[in-house]
């Protein structure tokens, strides 16, 4: 009903969202605009949505305060701490992400990268690729999974996607959250330091932001020992990311599989002069299968907006319907 909505598409032109929001708005791409500044300020009286193609196009106050009719705010990836979302809620603009159709991808990633750093497999194929098979075997994993316990930080959907694939791999699990989440049988640690003591592996699966900036520093790594693995598949942030390099240089720490950085696409030098650790450039969800469904939600949110029927998947901080 109504008119046809303007949207600004942020980002790359993917094909599933363009395809999508052609047929129910008139679509501005931002990526396209010589002069971005202009563009902006030609179009921005008419914006009443942005759709946000990737987890890296930041969305703040500042920018989202351009757009005076701005009602939705439609957003790729489940993680939004690129986007001022407690300033859009304050603001009665919705914020949506895209959860649930990511987290058996983000799950079956999360434990491939896991194999890979505590049996050291990207390694040894480097070992067979550089022909250096028939001079001597690639050497036993120092490491096993056997006998790990498995230490979740954060069990939300895909932390428990995770743990669900780790109990049948016969590792125990235990996690820390804030609260303890009566759903699930599992140890629960109010303190991270506490759990880093417990067990050999730290696996990271919870939201960035402010919130949970530098939560793994020198202290929890220590704690974690020189047997201890970490793994992060949730932001590069939630790591002291300088503590981590040392912590790994001065064998404080095991080793480390990361998804994730500080600063990327970005990978500190140290890092990549690492042998003993693992490292993917941001693939958790990075199929074509499941990007294609999250880019489908990212339309399906304005779809349903625009059609009067409210956000499929908003977040915490723009519930909806709003609170009275
Ligand atoms: C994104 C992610 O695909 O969903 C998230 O929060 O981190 C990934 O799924 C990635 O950030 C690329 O933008």
């Not at 036993?140 to 694939?165: D, P, Y």
């Not at 202290?219 to 992060?232: C, K, M, R, Y």
């Not at 590069?236 to 981590?244: H, I, K, P, R, T």
């Not at 599989?257 to 693939?283: N, Q, S, T």
């Amino acid at each position: 009903a109504g008119e046809t909505p303007d949207i600004l598409l942020v980002g790359h032109s993917k094909p599933v969202i363009v395809g999508g929001l052609t047929p129910i708005s008139t679509l501005h791409r931002l990526i396209e605009a010589e002069d971005k500044d202009r563009f902006l300020a030609g179009v921005a009286d008419r914006i009443r949505a942005l759709a946000v193609a990737y987890t890296a196009n930041k969305i703040d106050a500042a920018f989202m305060q351009r757009f005076p009719r701005l009602e939705i705010v439609s957003s790729f990836g489940v993680g939004y701490d690129h986007i001022d979302a407690a300033w859009a809620g304050r603001h009665g603009i919705v914020v949506t992400n895209t959860p649930e159709v990511l987290d058996e991808e983000v799950a079956d990633t999360a434990l491939g990268l896991l194999l890979c750093t505590v049996r050291e497999l990207p390694r040894a194929e480097r070992h067979l690729r550089a022909g250096k098979w028939p001079q001597g075997a690639y050497p036993l994993s120092k490491a096993t999974l056997r006998n790990r316990r498995v230490g979740l930080v954060g069990m939300g959907r895909i932390g428990r996607a995770i743990a669900r694939r780790l109990d049948a791999f016969g590792v125990p699990v235990v996690y820390h959250t804030r609260r303890a989440n009566p759903d699930v049988p599992y140890r629960h640690y109010p303190v991270l330091l506490d759990m880093a003591r417990d067990v050999d592996v730290l696996l990271l699966i919870l939201p960035g932001g402010a919130a949970t900036r530098n939560l793994v520093d020198a202290a929890v790594l220590e704690a974690l020992g020189p047997d201890g693995i970490l793994i992060n598949m949730a932001r590069g942030s939630v790591v002291d990311e300088q503590a981590l390099i040392a912590a790994l240089r001065s064998r404080t720490i095991f080793s480390a599989g990361l998804d994730v950085f500080a600063d990327e696409p970005h990978v500190p030098p140290e890092l990549i002069a690492m042998d003993h650790v693992v490292l993917f450039p941001h693939l958790g969800s990075g199929s074509a299968h499941t990007r294609a469904r999250m880019d489908q939600l990212v339309v399906d949110n304005l779809a349903s907006w625009f059609a009067g029927k409210g956000p499929l998947t908003p977040v915490p901080e723009t519930p909806w319907p709003p609170a009275a």
